[in-house]
């Protein structure tokens, strides 16, 4: 009983450091939404410029699924999505009550489910795929970026990224925009484009820089599981040993930095995804041109084509936006579902050089190539 206790606090000791900041951010984060979803006959935009208001809600409940998730008070995706897909409803009906002053909008819902359906397709492109080798690479990238974020400096860099791309990005449109004498829609729009973007950039930038600064786990060898050091573990002979603090099973490979492939391997799915994500492109315009043609002899046509031309623009926008993004998740699994076999195989013929490994001297799991020396791990027996 004793054993199973330590293991129990040794995992969730991790999972409390790693979800803290999440979890600030995310209360502060909701709080922000309500109010500013609440605020008794709250105007924003103007008819001179008029507020990205569907863009921001699509932006907003997907950036609460990400930070629900990640304070880990909830084991599992789904249970997450369902809870923001009704976050999205209830904020919207309160919002009509009477002492508010406010309407409920049908479009703001849908705009905010749609941000929702987008994030969670995200999910499902980034999530683990493969077997043990490409999981484990992806494990090792989780960890670093997992540890990265519970550093509150990093939650401020971050943050001041967004805002800067926010600020750039809604300055450079609307200039190019006031100049070409174009409306200012799309200049105020973009700014919410221009944070998220600033939010990714940032986030990518922490973690190269944390991966070149150091953030070298061989030198620690942390338990995925529980963080405790299993530098001075002994490994059988095929790599894999135990965690003392948790009995999580490793593979002395896992800790390697993340195998990288030439370009000329890296780009072999290259094609594939981006005939994928071009498919979905496609065959929502074809169903357009479709619906479009039909609706010259079918009332069900003319009908779904007035319901398209009476959203207002920016929900037109979110539409067109979520389309592109599905599409660029669904190429971003399939190049993700090619690339996985060639880090599983990386034991049988060298990633970089295609050599031979059958004859490779293997230790603890671990060899290199005889040609050009680069590290391997073999995590199975084949």
């Known amino acids: 009983m004793s054993s199973l206790r330590g293991v129990t606090t040794a995992s969730t000791e991790l999972a409390r450091r790693l979800a803290r900041p999440w979890r600030a951010v995310f209360v502060l984060w909701a709080l922000v939404v309500t109010l500013a979803t609440h605020w008794p006959r709250l105007e924003v935009g103007s008819d001179t410029f008029p507020a990205p208001d569907k863009i921001v809600h699509m932006i907003t409940f997907g950036s609460l699924v990400v930070l629900l998730r990640g304070t880990r008070w909830i084991a599992r995706l789904w249970p ?9 409803v209830l904020d919207e009906l309160t ?13 703001d819902v849908a705009a905010g489910q749609i941000g929702v ?12 795929i493969g077997g043990p080798a490409n999981r484990a690479r992806l494990g090792y990238r989780a960890f670093v970026v997992d540890d990265l974020l519970a550093r509150p400096g990093a939650w401020i860099v971050v943050a001041g990224a967004g805002a800067g791309g926010a600020v750039v990005v809604g300055a450079a449109t609307g200039l190019i925009a006031h100049g070409a004498g174009a409306g200012t829609m799309l200049p105020t729009s973009i700014m919410a484009g221009g944070f998220a973007g600033g939010v990714a950039a940032s986030t990518a930038a922490l973690a190269e820089a944390a991966r070149r600064r150091g953030i070298v786990l061989e030198d620690v060898r942390p338990c995925f599981a529980c963080g405790n050091p299993c530098r001075e573990v002994a490994v059988a002979g095929d790599g894999r040993g135990d965690c003392p603090a948790c009995r999580t099973s490793f593979h002395a490979g896992q800790w390697a930095p993340p195998m990288l ?15 994928a994500g071009g498919a979905i492109l496609l065959g929502a315009l074809a169903i357009y041109g479709l619906v479009l043609g039909l609706s010259i002899h079918l009332t069900a046509a003319r009908s779904l084509l007035r319901g398209w031309h009476a959203l207002v623009p920016d929900m037109q926008l979110v539409v067109d936006m979520a389309l592109i993004a ?19 195989g990386q034991h049988r013929r060298c990633r970089c050089c295609d050599h031979l490994l059958a004859g490779a001297v293997v230790t603890r799991g671990t060899g290199r190539c005889s040609e050009c020396g680069t590290m391997f791990a073999r995590f199975t027996d084949d």
């Open 95 to 107: 919002q009509a009550l009477p002492v508010l002053d406010r309407t409920f909008s049908a479009q």
């Open 326 to 344: 599905v599409a660029l998740a669904v190429s971003v699994r399939v190049y993700r579902h090619r690339q996985a076999p060639l880090y599983d």
């Open 80 to 88: 997450v999505g369902l809870i923001v897909l009704a976050w999205t």
């Open 117 to 128: 359906a987008v994030t969670l397709a995200w999910y499902w492109a980034l999530s683990p």
């Open 261 to 275: 492939l030439p370009l000329r391997v890296a780009a072999r799915g290259t094609i594939p995804a981006i005939l």
